[in-house]
Structures are given as structure tokens and as C-alpha cells.
């Protein structure tokens, strides 16, 4: 089978300054500003030519230049029928969870409408406020239907790759009287916007396995995460051959790689996601994605 093949290198969902529409666009960048597409969005200097089409595995190049007036994220929930993500996957978060390396991935789920947008503030019910954490990542979204992949050619199956961060509500993940006396992940995991992802979506053609990629997650301006994806204990290759085992994955699910050591959960004291807090993820060759955390009464 043919590996997926996309017609750009670095694919942005935006609303156009010229006329207001939200399209999809190919940065206009030279190779010094490859991780500042963020920054060039919000100082107003960010071109793109324009890609056509209505999701952004198939989106095809044209000559014609726009210019971008609000940076969004590359992908909506109607372009993703599931998040399948990764837990426990990084060395230095397995270690300070005080476990032991898995002989296999660790997985949960995510619906559709845990995709947010790079920059729009996530809306966080009350009840989910008390524990709030945040989890910087690398994720790749699958290129076309796949099942029963073996290692050697699970890359052929990647469209891109994006920053993202599991946003999680450890109480409702971990305290008996929430969660029971097993942990699920599930819930505390899975609300609306909890899984924001950006700024842009690179090419699996640019980036190959992406596992030598630098990671570092920013609460406020606080570095609170700094990983590399060489830590990994499973890749993509390995993620993609065990999640296909037996079981079809769609196109446009979006896969989250896990997270490296850092998170609130496991500081001493642990420090939490508060309102109005800012949570930045920088992934190397890929960029920063920003978003604020907001309280909501629902």
C-alpha cells in the first residue's frame, strides 16, 4: 500500500484578514521562522498560500496568497473521529509515577470535541477546576484507514504531526471518591476542548519519526516540562502497530504520544492549573501552542 502523501509541508487553519473566511493555508516562511508561525499570527505577519479543501489530509495547493488574522488549530472534532491516546510513555513521567516500564502501551480515549483551537481560552466546568494539570505532547494524526500494521510500516500512515496537551482532572482521574478505587482515565480526560492541539500540523515527510524532537511545556512563563521524544518507551511506529492490532484506525484520528516527567500531579507540593492560567507547549520543529484556562459555570 502506497504511503499517505500530502500535498504540503506545513498546513495552518486560520481566519483570512481579507475576507474573514476560515481556510486552510501553507505558511510563508523561511527556515528560521519554521517554529514562529504563533508569533508571526499574532504580530500580524503571517502569509500563507492558500490550500484547498475541506479537511486538511487532502488539502491541496494553489498559488493564490493570503494573509492571516487569527491563528486556529489544524484540526476540528468533525475531522477527527477519536483521539487514541498514549499514557505512562515517557520514561522520566513513568519514574516519577513511582511505576515500572509497561511491556506495552498504555491507552485511553478522547472523543471528537476534545479538539480546541491553538489561542481560544478553554473552558474548565468548576467541577473539574480543583486538580487541573496539564500535559505537553506530541501528536500525529493518521492518513488513511489502517489495521494490522507492522512496525516497518506504520510511517506510511502518518499525515502530520502537531503539539497538543492532555489536559487532565487528576481528582477525577485518581481520588477513590471520585474515580473508585481503580483510577480511569477516561473522564477526567475527555471533556470538551480538554486535548487543544497546534499551532500547525507538519508533514510526516518533514519530520520521519519524529523521535528526536525536543519538548518543553510553560505554565505562565514558568518551564514546568522538558522532554525529547528519544525518551519515548514506544514511537510511532510501535504506537501505531499495537493500537492497529485487531482494530481499525480511522482516518484523521489524532494520536497523543504521552508525556514526559513534570507534571503538576507529581510537584512538591503539586501545583495545579489555576484560572486564568496560560499552558504553552513548544515541540521543536513544530512550534508553540498557547492556550488560557478558564473557569466556566455550566
Known amino acids: 500500500m ?4 500530502v500535498a504540503w509541508d506545513r498546513l495552518v487553519r486560520y481566519v483570512s484578514a481579507t475576507d474573514n473566511q476560515i481556510r486552510y493555508g501553507e505558511p510563508i516562511l523561511d527556515p528560521t521562522e519554521v517554529e514562529n508561525v504563533a508569533q508571526l499570527a499574532t504580530e500580524g505577519k503571517l502569509q500563507v498560500k492558500i490550500l484547498e479543501g475541506t479537511e486538511p489530509i ?21 475531522n477527527t473521529p477519536i483521539f487514541r491516546c498514549i499514557g505512562l510513555n515517557y520514561k522520566s513521567h513513568i519514574l516519577e ?53 507492522k512496525e516497518e510500516d506504520a510511517l506510511d500512515f502518518i499525515a502530520g504531526y502537531t503539539a497538543t496537551n492532555d489536559v487532565s482532572a487528576r481528582d477525577w482521574q485518581r481520588d477513590p471518591e471520585l474515580a473508585g478505587l481503580v483510577p480511569q482515565w ?24 519524529a523521535d528526536t524532537l525536543s519538548l518543553k511545556t510553560f505554565v505562565n512563563d514558568e518551564l514546568r516540562q522538558q522532554g525529547n521524544t528519544s525518551d519515548l518507551c514506544f514511537g510511532a511506529r510501535q504506537i501505531i ?17 504521552g ?15 489555576k484560572h ?12 508553540t501552542l498557547s492556550n488560557r484556562y478558564v473557569v466556566v459555570d455550566e
Not at 106 to 126: N, R, V
Open 186 to 209: 477516561t473522564f477526567g480526560k475527555s471533556l470538551d476542548k480538554f486535548a487543544p492541539l497546534g499551532p500547525v500540523l507538519v508533514a510526516a515527510h518533514v519530520l520521519g519519526a
Open 2 to 5: 502506497a504511503p499517505v502523501q
Open 276 to 287: 486564568g492560567d496560560t499552558v504553552s507547549v513548544w515541540v521543536e520543529k513544530i512550534g
Open 97 to 149: 509515577a513511582s511505576r515500572t516500564l509497561p511491556p506495552y502501551p498504555t491507552t485511553f480515549t478522547k472523543p471528537s470535541h476534545s479538539a480546541a483551537d491553538h489561542g481560544e481560552d478553554i473552558p474548565i466546568p468548576a467541577f473539574a477546576i480543583k486538580k487541573l494539570d496539564y500535559e505537553g505532547e506530541l501528536a500525529f494524526v493518521i492518513g488513511k484507514d489502517c489495521k494490522n500494521v
Open 259 to 273: 508525556t514526559p516527567g513534570g507534571v503538576g500531579l507529581f510537584m512538591k507540593p503539586p501545583n495545579f492549573i
Open 58 to 78: 487532502s488539502a491541496q495547493r494553489t498559488d493564490k496568497v493570503d494573509k492571516v488574522k487569527t491563528l486556529l488549530g489544524p484540526i476540528e472534532p468533525k
Open 241 to 257: 502497530a499495537f493500537l492497529s492490532k485487531g482494530t481499525t484506525l480511522q482516518k484523521g484520528t489524532v494520536i497523543m504520544t
